[in-house]
């Protein structure tokens, strides 16, 4: 199967602080992560296209500066969440869709995306 | 604009009734649809697509392209259904495409 992995699960940090979220595909490779936020009871909504190799798209609204994404490897993408506020907490989720000929995609549908379990953020 | 419309935040329904979940969708091309499904306390993970026409778990769904809908439906709900449903766009061909989502639909099954 194909598994996303985020770290950590939830995490509380202090108002101006910096929180790094991790997204790694386990037994896959991907050159695209894609990040999400959703609020309570409402919709994710996706904040940026992590891009293996090049920068970050980001969606119409998200803050780059704020939202650092960094795609160090076909297995690893980060978002960084710089001097954060009370406004920020909310929970993260990641997903990679299966790049097709890279390793560990072949039985895997590449219209799928694989979504990780998400990381919720508290700034106090 | 892309958009994706679930009009109904909570469907309640007794095991064994037929279900039909909503959705709506604003696109000018030619889009892809998928219903995610997310179990308490799980990830949200992929339940169909449109352009498989396959039958998950008995859920069907069905691309109407003149009503711009892709409702879910189910003849006979299950206790285990209960979960919340995304409807999902994505546009263009097939690839690493945007998903847009709408707000989702909480199934509660009842005994």
Not at chain 1, 1 to 23: D, F, L, N, Y
Not at chain 2, 51 to 69: V, Y
Request: hydrophobic share 35%.
């Amino acid at each position: 199967g194909a598994v996303v992995s985020q770290h950590p699960s939830r995490v509380i940090c202090k108002s101006g602080t910096s929180v790094k979220i991790e997204c790694r595909s386990l037994d896959f490779q991907a050159t695209t992560m894609f990040w999400y936020r959703q609020f309570p009871k409402q919709s994710l909504m996706l904040m940026a296209t992590s891009n293996e190799g090049s920068k970050a798209t980001y969606e119409q609204g998200v803050e780059k500066d704020k939202f650092l994404i960094n795609h160090a490897s076909l297995t690893l993408s980060t978002l960084t969440v710089t001097s954060a506020h009370p406004e920020d907490s909310s929970f993260y989720i990641c997903s990679a869709p299966a790049d097709p000929g890279l390793a560990g995609t072949f039985f895997l549908s590449t219209d799928t995306q694989y979504f990780g379990p998400g990381t919720r953020l508290t700034v106090l | 604009a892309q958009r994706v419309t679930q009009p109904e935040k909570l469907l309640s329904v007794f095991k064994g009734a037929p279900v039909e979940l909503k959705c709506n969708y604003s696109y000018s091309g030619s889009p892809e649809l998928f219903w995610y499904v997310q179990y308490s306390r799980q990830r949200l993970q992929l339940l169909l697509r449109h352009i498989s026409r396959e039958s998950i778990k008995g859920f069907t769904a069905d691309l109407n392209k003149g009503e711009t809908s892709f409702h879910l439906k189910k003849p006979f709900a299950q206790e285990e259904d209960s979960a919340m449903y995304y409807c999902a766009l994505s546009g263009g061909l097939s690839g690493f495409q945007k998903l847009v989502f709408g707000t989702g639909t909480r199934l509660l099954v009842s005994p």
